[in-house]
């Protein structure tokens, strides 16, 4: 009996996509990519609704996979999020009729640990019980939020698919840290003085065996958190990566020197501790990189 998925991976050619892909076909699945892009299996872009489901028009699809985002670059200021806003909204929604078109039977989101909000935590570890996509937040950060709540939304409450959110910590890892290595070896990157502040990581490999491991497991319906044991302050992270590929070292800045980068600046300026315990236990999914430290270690051997 073949058991084997076909999945639909929008985003597969990103830097999280093209390792979600490998952990798929790894596990057997057949993996279809979906994108703007002429190397993809299936052509279309997310934000044009009639181009998609004429592209998608006949296959028959067990799971579709948004890992789609509209960043090329990390973002600095707010106005650089707010094509992956649009996209969170608009292409969600038209991604969600293209998997009810293809007959899908599961939907798993790449979203993210910011949709708590942009604040400080303070020590208490954040779960899936705190509430997701709050009220209250400046004008900017609400907006990213919202997108964030509506992305989820969409996925999870579709009538008659099983969905499931992933919410990942910060990315590092093979094909993400390498641009923050050319920085430093250039000296074009300060680390940011965290003064306690901590955020959660994933390695760019682990996040991807979470998306695999959702396809079949997981409570539909359910959010994940998916980051490692450790948490650690980004300026801290930007020192780990300098000592892990031996670049000159860091010099280390107050965030108020980022203010006029106004989405880093908030981004820097968040602390929050994120448990993984439901992943663990419903998922299976466990980081095989405990904390940034080993994950960088490891892809700089």
């Known amino acids: 009996m073949d058991n084997t998925e076909n999945v ?23 993996v279809l990519s979906l994108g703007r892009g002429p190397g993809n299996d299936v052509v279309a872009d997310l934000m044009d609704r009639d181009a998609l489901l004429r ?12 890992a789609a985002t509209a960043l090329r670059d990390a973002p600095m200021k707010h106005r650089d999020m707010a094509a992956t ?18 007959g ?23 779960t899936e019980d705190d509430v997701f996509g709050p009220a209250g937040l400046d004008r900017h950060s609400q907006a990213h939020v ?3 709540r509506t992305k989820e939304r ?11 959110a992933l919410r990942f910590g910060l990315f590092y890892g093979p094909g993400g840290t390498e641009a923050l290595v050319e920085l430093l070896k250039r000296r074009k990157l300060p680390a940011v ?5 901590v955020l959660p990581w994933v390695e760019l490999r682990d996040a991807a065996r979470a998306v695999a491991q959702a396809v079949e497991g997981g409570r539909p319906g359910e959010a994940y958190n998916i980051v490692d044991d450790t948490p650690m302050g980004f300026g801290a992270h930007v020192r780990a990566t300098a000592a892990a590929f031996d670049t000159p070292r860091p010099l280390t800045v107050p965030a108020s020197l980022t203010r006029p980068m106004s989405y880093a600046y908030k981004m820097f300026t968040t602390s929050m501790r994120v448990s993984n315990a439901k992943a663990r236990a419903e998922l299976g999914w466990t980081p095989r990189y405990a904390d940034c430290a080993a994950g960088l270690a490891a892809m700089s051997d």
């Open 154 to 164: 969409l996925m999870l409450g579709t009538e008659g698919i099983e969905g499931i």
């Open 55 to 66: 592209a998608v028009d006949g296959l028959r699809i067990d799971t579709v996979v948004h």
């Open 8 to 30: 639909l991976l929008a985003g597969a050619s990103g830097a999280f996509g093209r390792h979600v892909a490998e952990e798929l076909r790894t596990m057997g699945h057949r």
């Open 85 to 102: 806003d649009a996209l969170r909204v608009e292409g969600t929604a038209h991604l969600v009729e293209a998997a009810r078109t293809v």
């Open 193 to 197: 003085a965290d003064r306690g502040r």
């Open 146 to 148: 919202d997108a964030m």
């Open 104 to 126: 899908a039977r599961r939907m798993i989101a790449e979203s993210m640990v910011f949709g708590y909000g942009y604040r400080d935590f303070g020590d208490r570890p954040v």
